[in-house]
């Protein structure tokens, strides 16, 4: 692998901008989503990878943190952390930040892999999981943000 590090940059397009004057909340959405296209380029399934092993990822789960505004034109970077692997399923971590470092919105993610001929979960091709156990090795090691594993309800006192 050439680089060790994901990173997928963008910037708040005009259409992404709602009647409050920021992004809105399904433009956060659609940048995790791109992410994910571009994190999926980055372990080597990319649409040649995808047609050669006859395979995909798809999106199980996703939980989004909305931090901060973002303002049309702002330049956007999002990184992504593995939280765990299996032979199939990533739980992963994106992280979207502003050109001044600071977290704009976070997004956990499970995403499994499908092997498009048989329509059915399947264990990552071997060049994949390659690219996997490589990111795995460093991401393993970093704290875990404290987004992870947040649940949604009202807290009574």
Not at 90 to 103: A, K, M, P, R, V
Not at 141 to 152: A, D, F, H
């Amino acid at each position: 692998m050439s680089q060790t590090v994901f990173m997928y940059e963008d910037h708040v397009r005009s259409t992404w901008v709602d009647y409050n004057g920021h992004m809105n909340d399904a433009a956060y959405a659609k940048v995790f989503s791109l992410a994910v296209d571009a994190f999926m380029d980055f372990i080597q399934l990319d649409a040649a990878g995808r047609e050669r092993h006859n395979y995909t990822i798809f999106t199980l789960e996703t939980h989004l943190c909305y931090l901060q505004e973002a303002n049309e034109k702002e330049e956007l970077r999002v990184t992504a952390q593995l939280l765990d692997v299996d032979a199939k399923r990533l739980h992963i971590f994106f992280t979207l930040e502003n050109s001044q470092g600071d977290i704009v919105a976070t997004s956990e993610q499970m995403l499994m892999g499908m092997d498009t001929s048989e329509e059915r979960p399947a264990s990552f091709p071997e060049p994949v999981q390659a690219v996997i156990d490589e990111v795995w090795g460093v991401d393993k090691t970093k704290e875990t943000p404290k987004q992870v594993g947040r649940t949604i309800g009202i807290r009574r006192r």
